[in-house]
């Protein structure tokens, strides 16, 4: 392979920001959809196919239908920074896209074609010989458009525009598609490997969790223990406490703090916790509760201290995947207030459900 652009090549990043930035305080924006799956930069040269990480790390092989399907519709040589993303319906679906990354290749034949992947292209890093990432993205963006013209699923060219008021508005509808936003691009910068450049914003909504236990952090020791993590529940409409996420950015002092401020807390046996009964499993749970294996954990300490589901705390967090947080929830603060048995998954804001064919084709 001999490109103008060459692997490893780390992609442009952003920066949160909260709400839809004015385009004319960066000398003009570009709005795009902020896609919820794996960032890949995709090198063709001729009859290979390079796919790589965020990382810089090999997915080649663990997609091979989306290779298949740039080895035909891709230009003969070429360079694009996009998404890879595995659809179910008519929404993202984040889990069956981890679920690729398997060892087996009969287990990544077989996801091939029972969960295919797809490719959204949002920009174009080289072209025959050229390289193009010291030009503007507004020139890189023309040329994409034109090099894709009449491309087909499963590549995609994503959405694009430099209103901010339609861009607000695909933040707020969108998210039903799985979505996880809108990204900001300044359209004179030019292509900025593992920069800050661009500008993203995504959803955040609070909700009342319950406190159900904690991770020790990986430094912890007997003599100076550290919380790693807070574990969240919620109550489902049956009265069981399910497993939502953690929340896990804290100092180091605070984590010394909380070790000890949740001791009275602690259970007494493991048994008579909500999660008790899944303490023996051998493998991962539908609703992942803690404790439990599965082959993306293996060899990894999953123990947790179990606490006496009492205590309420407030978390901010951007958008659920199916009754979990998608992300680590941010610690807000502790609701003394609230009763643990009235934290359930109805106070969760719902998103405006929307047809993901119709984000990808570009139509309303």
């Given at each position: 392979m001999r490109l103008p652009v060459m692997p490893p090549v780390q992609p442009m990043l952003a920066k949160s920001v909260k709400g839809i930035p004015d385009p004319t305080k960066f000398g003009g924006l570009a709005f795009e959809p902020k896609w919820d799956g794996f960032r890949c930069i995709v090198f063709r040269d001729g009859d290979e196919v390079e796919l790589a990480s965020r990382n810089t790390k090999p997915l080649t092989r663990y997609f091979p239908e989306v290779v298949a399907a740039m080895l035909e519709g891709l230009p003969h040589r070429c360079v694009l920074d996009g998404e890879l993303f595995v659809a179910v319906g008519d929404r993202l679906e984040f889990e069956r896209?981890?679920?690729?990354?398997?060892?087996?290749?009969?287990?990544?034949?077989?996801?091939?074609e029972a969960t295919p992947a797809g490719f959204v292209a949002f920009d174009l890093l080289a072209l025959g010989d050229e390289s193009l990432m010291a030009e503007p993205f507004a020139v890189r963006r023309q040329r994409l458009e034109a090099a894709l013209d009449g491309v087909r699923p499963p590549l995609h060219l994503t959405r694009i525009t430099t209103d901010a008021a339609e861009a607000g508005d695909w933040f707020e509808r969108f998210e039903g598609a799985g979505l996880d936003g809108v990204v900001a691009k300044p359209m004179s910068a030019p292509y900025q490997p593992n920069t800050r450049t661009m500008l993203k914003i995504k959803h955040e909504r609070t909700a009342d969790v319950v406190l159900a236990g904690y991770r020790l952090h990986k430094t912890s020791t007997e003599a100076n223990p550290l919380l790693?993590?807070?574990?969240?529940?919620?109550?489902?409409?049956?009265?069981?406490?399910?497993?939502?996420?953690?929340?896990?950015?804290?100092?180091?002092?605070?984590?010394?703090?909380?070790?000890?401020?949740?001791?009275?807390?602690?259970?007494?046996?493991?048994?008579?916790?909500?999660?008790?009964?899944?303490?023996?499993?051998?493998?991962?749970?539908?609703?992942?509760?803690?404790?439990?294996?599965?082959?993306?954990?293996?060899?990894?300490?999953?123990?947790?201290?179990?606490?006496?589901?009492?205590?309420?705390?407030?978390?901010?967090?951007?958008?659920?995947?199916?009754?979990?947080?998608?992300?680590?929830?941010?610690?807000?603060?502790?609701?003394?207030?609230?009763?643990?048995?009235?934290?359930?998954?109805?106070?969760?804001?719902?998103?405006?459900?929307?047809?993901?064919?119709?984000?990808?084709?570009?139509?309303?």
């Open positions: 896209l981890q679920e690729r990354i398997h060892p087996a290749d009969s287990r990544v034949r077989m996801l091939a790693g993590s807070l574990l969240l529940g919620l109550y489902d409409d049956q009265g069981r406490l399910q497993h939502v996420g953690v929340s896990a950015s804290f100092t180091a002092k605070r984590r010394a703090e909380l070790v000890e401020e949740l001791q009275p807390l602690r259970a007494e046996e493991l048994s008579e916790h909500p999660w008790g009964e899944w303490s023996e499993w051998a493998v991962a749970n539908p609703d992942r509760v803690p404790g439990t294996q599965s082959r993306w954990s293996a060899g990894k300490d999953l123990s947790f201290v179990p606490l006496r589901p009492e205590r309420v705390l407030e978390v901010g967090y951007d958008h659920m995947e199916g009754s979990r947080f998608r992300h680590t929830a941010q610690f807000k603060r502790w609701r003394p207030d609230r009763d643990p048995h009235s934290c359930g998954y109805e106070q969760l804001e719902e998103p405006v459900s929307y047809d993901l064919a119709a984000v990808l084709g570009g139509q309303d």
